[in-house]
């Protein structure tokens, strides 16, 4: 979810529930968690008092940021134990999947959200 937020920007509950393809429930403990670790803000949405905007604080656009650094240096150091021609392979296999996952309406994670938005189907 932090994740999401980072790449997105505020976004409403109901939302990130749905981008994340978790039930409002679990969401919502979720947020109220990270609220009290201060890793977000939770606030009635100004756009629709019926719903509440979900916002990064500054410590959770830090933990946003270390988390991608983690992740970047890990995969930095996996594909540097390859040779160029491995990485290459990798990165063919690699787009190859990020073209299947967007035909496949069922996966979200590689679609913009208004695509998502469109053939949103969370299993």
């Known amino acids: 979810m932090l994740t999401e937020l980072g790449r997105s920007g505020p976004l409403p509950l109901v939302e990130l529930g749905a981008r994340v393809c978790l039930e409002k429930s679990w969401v919502s403990r979720a947020v109220d968690a990270m ?40 995969a930095d150091q996996l594909l540097g134990a390859l040779g160029e021609r491995e990485r290459a392979g990798v990165e ?30 969370c299993r």
């Open 35 to 74: 609220v009290e670790r201060g890793l977000v803000t939770k606030e009635p949405n100004p756009q629709d008092a019926r719903s509440w905007l979900v916002t990064l604080t500054a410590e959770g656009e830090r933990t946003v940021g270390e988390l991608n650094r983690t992740l970047d240096e890990h």
């Open 92 to 121: 063919q296999s690699l787009l190859l999947l990020m073209k299947a996952l967007r035909e496949d309406t069922a996966a979200n994670c590689c679609v913009s959200p208004a695509e998502a938005k469109e053939s949103r189907s």
